[in-house]
T-cell receptor, first 114, second 119 residues
Framework: GDSVTQMEGPVTLSEEAFLTINCTYT??????LFWYVQYPGEGLQLLLKATKADDKGSNKGFEATYRKETTSFHLEKGSVQVSDSAVYFCALTKIYNQGGKLIFGQGTELSVKP | GAVVSQHPSRVICKSGTSVKIECRSLDFQATTMFWYRQFPKQSLMLMATSNEGSKATYEQGVEKDKFLINHASLTLSTLTVTSAHPEDSSFYICSARSQGQNLRLTEAFFGQGTRLTVV
């Protein structure tokens, strides 16, 4: 079945460091890909998305490119801030199948130190 | 983005009682709502998918008689945890999706979650 695999956390970085969180997926067809962020004690917020191959999603300095050839959607940010500390989830959905439900990776906890 | 409101944000209940969690889409019509459960430091596990006016579709291993889902209107879905036990303690999150013209661009919006503690 369809699945999403993320790099394990926790990831600890110093402020202004470069961030990469790896995400790979297994899916038939043409899924849409997402990154969600969850701050402590809160629900999920959509960070960015890409709906077709070679699309680049970007928001708040974060970027991810939908790479069909490597089935990847790695999250990057050039300079992280303490406020970026959160858990990041990679996810996919196939609107036309499975009722559009989201399939999540296991989440990667990011901790940014001043 | 669209707003999904989940209530309550925290609830403590005694073993054997039932708890109802509400999920409302405030500014759009949610044709589909999803209920997830999240254990500490783990990912979200989809429990069930509900479409307005029809019975929910439960994921394998989720007890439909224990986790009652009602999606009676396009703006409200409820999850009732019946005869709660301490092992039901968890973070429950709903999400809502509307069916737009271009289905590939439709995204799901999440509620803020409900932390349930059964004592």
């Amino acid at each position: 079945g369809d699945s999403v695999t993320q790099m394990e956390g926790p990831v600890t970085l110093s402020e202004e460091a470069f961030l990469t969180i790896n995400c790979t997926y297994t899916a038939t067809g043409y899924p849409s890909l997402f990154w969600y962020v969850q701050y402590p004690g809160e629900g999920l917020q959509l960070l960015l998305k890409a709906t077709k191959a070679d699309d680049k999603g970007s928001n708040k300095g974060f970027e991810a490119t939908y790479r069909k050839e490597t089935t990847s959607f790695h999250l990057e940010k050039g300079s992280v801030q303490v406020s970026d500390s959160a858990v990041y989830f990679c996810a996919l959905t196939k609107i036309y199948n499975q009722g559009g439900k989201l399939i999540f990776g296991q989440g990667t906890e990011l901790s940014v130190k001043p | 983005g669209a707003v999904v409101s989940q209530h309550p944000s925290r609830v403590i209940c005694k073993s054997g009682t039932s708890v109802k969690i509400e999920c409302r889409s405030l500014d759009f019509q949610a044709t589909t709502m999803f209920w997830y459960r999240q254990f500490p430091k783990q990912s979200l596990m989809l429990m069930a998918t509900s479409n307005e006016g029809s019975k929910a579709t439960y994921e394998q291993g989720v007890e439909k008689d224990k986790f009652l889902i009602n999606h009676a209107s396009l703006t409200l879905s409820t999850l009732t945890v019946t005869s709660a036990h301490p092992e039901d303690s968890s973070f429950y999150i709903c999400s809502a999706r509307s069916q737009g013209q271009n289905l590939r661009l439709t995204e799901a919006f999440f509620g803020q979650g409900t932390r349930l503690t059964v004592v």
